[in-house]
């Protein structure tokens, strides 16, 4: 996806602020209206429902339900649905503030909140958790239906919210003993993260990869599931089935074929797989595609 073409859009927090309030909230069900773009203000995007694709700098990642994004000002990105079919929908919450937010505080007495600014000022590097229990969909609940309300007291409320989910977001990073950016792997994971992504067509193992980056089974899978969000086996299925996908909507090639091709000998299997990650069958893709 080239983007160096046209002027990367910047968007301004004040347009959307309560006043001097510098904060504002939504949920929004991406499209692909939106381009790719930065803003003035710190951003947090939690994927509410379904799942797509964030485009974030030069990166392209597979998103689904509990996905955290913590995108510093000045950094580019967008999401993506799958497809504008309404089975396809990606939502996201969307919690973008200013660093002025914390203004009225003495950040002395919240470290946390004041680690946090320090990340996520223009230039650093963005992160990502996973909410695999769903924990934070709640709050994000709350403080979404605070901002649309504005009853008295809610910017008190809201900022208490805010602080409540940087919190969150710190203890989720210390439990993954992530000590920086969770999507920049060391050299070793970055060279299996390329043969994954290079050889997913062919069988595959956590214990091969863990000997090739001379690893123990278990502390591979996690060091991987935190740089990607997935699974080893989820990961590998997700680029198949966006392989297939490609193959459905490019070439006339058979259900079978393109199951073989993408590292399934077992076309029933190939199509359940795909069916849960898309929503639809192969060959109803490929109908709905060619619509």
């Not at 208490?160 to 919190?167: K, N």
């Not at 997913?200 to 690893?215: D, G, I, K, W, Y």
Request: aromatic share 12%; with cysteine.
């Amino acid at each position: 996806m080239t983007r160096t073409s046209q002027k990367i859009p910047q968007y301004k927090g004040a347009e959307h602020y309560h006043g001097r309030f510098p904060l504002f909230l939504n949920r929004y069900r991406e499209n692909f209206m939106l381009p790719m773009h930065s803003h003035d203000y710190i951003e947090i995007c939690y994927v509410a429902e379904g799942q797509g694709e964030q485009y974030i700098g030069e990166e392209r990642i597979r998103v689904s339900r509990g996905d955290v994004f913590v995108i510093p000002i000045g950094t580019n990105h967008v999401f993506r649905p799958p497809s504008l079919q309404k089975q396809h929908s990606l939502e996201v919450y969307n919690c973008a503030f200013a660093p002025e937010l914390f203004r009225p505080l003495d950040l002395r007495a919240y470290p946390v909140a004041a680690s946090f600014l320090a990340e996520t000022g223009e230039g650093r590097p963005w992160f990502r958790i996973k909410d695999s229990e769903l924990l934070l969909i709640p709050l994000f609940d709350m403080l979404h239906e605070e901002f649309q309300q504005v009853l008295p007291g809610s910017e008190e409320v809201l900022l208490a919210g805010v602080i409540q989910l940087l919190a969150y977001l710190h203890r989720y990073r210390a439990a993954a003993g992530i000590g920086r950016s969770p999507h920049i792997p060391d050299s070793r994971m970055q060279a299996a993260l390329q043969y994954v992504k290079n050889h997913f067509h062919e069988p595959l193992t956590v214990r091969a990869m863990a000997s090739q980056c001379n690893m123990s089974g278990r502390h591979f899978h996690r060091i991987f599931k935190n740089t990607t969000g997935q699974t080893f086996t989820g990961y590998i299925q997700h680029l198949r089935v966006n392989k297939a996908g490609e193959l459905l909507r490019h070439t006339s090639r058979t259900v079978q074929e393109i199951a073989a091709e993408t590292g399934y000998q077992d076309a029933e299997f190939f199509t359940a797989v795909f069916k849960r990650i898309q929503g639809v069958t192969p060959s109803q893709y490929r109908k709905n595609a060619a619509q």
